[in-house]
């Protein structure tokens, strides 16, 4: 555990003198000042619903800038030395960053999710359920866990264009599992998956049994994708650690 404490100490260290902190402070500022336009002066019944589903659409955009900029930042700042130079295990490193940008993305859900209340709440003068709030932040960011893994993974193997790409196609394929087209095959697309399981309360109870179903499948698919990409990144950084011993 010593090392993993001590990469977290570094890893802190790199996020404070980054831009990496400002991307999840500013973001979210942007999301929340272009949807308290969207929803200005005037009351909407499903108002959190509807913000926490567009969130959950443009989620895969903003991870696939967060990642690409991180991994971006390891290897212009020559970061990559201390994974090198580990003591430990040298697949530390690259897990702990990946905590570190967990960690930041539910802060920065929660900050756009908390920011977008607290305006529409000002600006219409209607208090809206805590309770659905943080609800919906939990779906969208255990939801996007898989998508971070394949981000993390993509963007430290293929370089920051393809990171980034890929995560504009998750966003676009999260907004098509928002229509008919999803129906029957949302649960098999990591990126559509939180729009979905956020619209569970508003279905009829027969709608609902159905959708257990589905949401089962989402869910057991989601672990194996997540397990997979746990199991690239720990070989991933493996091989890495292979080649530089060959080097020295």
């Not at 967990?102 to 709440?121: D, E, M, P």
């Not at 009829?204 to 672990?223: N, P, Q, R, W």
Request: net charge neutral.
């Amino acid at each position: 555990m010593k090392y993993f404490f001590k990469s977290l100490k570094q890893e802190e260290y790199l996020f404070r003198h980054s831009s990496l902190i400002w991307m999840h402070i500013l973001i979210p500022i942007l999301g929340i000042g272009m949807l308290g336009l969207y929803f200005f002066g005037g009351s909407r019944e499903n108002a959190v619903l509807d913000f926490m589903r567009i969130l959950s659409i443009v989620y895969p955009f903003v991870i696939g800038i967060v990642c690409a900029e991180a991994i971006s930042l390891e290897r212009e700042s020559g970061s990559f030395h201390r994974v090198f130079t580990f003591p430990g295990n040298r697949s530390v490193p690259y897990f702990v960053k990946l905590f570190c940008l967990l960690f930041a993305g539910l802060v920065s859900a929660a900050v756009s999710a908390g920011g977008f209340v607290f305006l529409y709440s000002k600006i219409n003068g209607e208090a809206i359920a805590l309770l659905d709030l943080i609800l919906g932040v939990w779906v969208i960011w255990l939801t996007a866990i898989p998508v971070y893994l394949i981000q993390y993974l993509v963007s430290y193997r293929y370089g920051n264009v393809f990171g980034i790409s890929v995560g504009v196609i998750g966003t676009l394929i999260a907004a098509l599992m928002e229509t008919g087209l999803g129906d029957g095959i949302w649960m098999y697309s990591i990126w559509g998956a939180g729009n979905r399981i956020l619209t569970l309360n508003s279905l009829s109870d027969k709608m609902k049994v159905y959708f257990a179903g589905e949401l089962k499948s989402c869910i057991f698919f989601s672990f194996v994708i997540s397990a997979l990409f746990i199991l690239g990144l720990w070989f991933f950084s493996q091989g890495f650690e292979r080649r530089k011993d060959m080097e020295e």
